[in-house]
């Protein structure tokens, strides 16, 4: 339900094709047609059996694309919750754990500097 309400906070009453990316949690068949019936193309990671995604999405090259992509966006999270302490965070309220976070991602940025100049 949260996923549906930010594509229409996002693009409220659009009829050009976006895409969503979302793991396989998300490969659930009334989600992936809420998903369709708002103009939005589910790129959504495939379960093994019993998939709401299927060759009509898989098909294309862009989809295997926001794949890619997704495991490189699932990749800074992981680093954040197992090596930058945010599994389990001490802080309470939204700002302060919006401020760890940050910082947290900064330090990931920072460790990721020097394969990214070297390259």
Not at 2 to 29: E, F, I, N, Q
Not at 67 to 83: L, N, P, S, V, Y
Not at 89 to 114: C, D, H, K, Q, W
Request: charged share 25%; glycine share 6%.
């Amino acid at each position: 339900k949260a996923a549906l309400d930010m594509v229409y906070r996002h693009s409220p009453g659009s009829t050009r094709r976006l895409t969503l990316g979302a793991d396989k949690g998300y490969d659930a068949a009334g989600f992936v047609s809420d998903l369709r019936h708002a103009c939005v193309t589910p790129h959504v990671a495939q379960k093994s059996r019993y998939s709401a995604i299927d060759r009509r999405t898989t098909r294309h090259e862009s989809y295997a694309l926001s794949q890619k992509h997704r495991k490189k966006i699932e990749k800074a999270f992981g680093w954040a919750k197992t090596i930058g302490g945010m599994a389990q965070t001490m802080y309470r309220g939204v700002e302060r754990v919006r401020s760890r976070f940050i910082l947290t991602m900064a330090a990931n940025n920072l460790t990721r500097l020097p394969r990214l100049l070297a390259e």
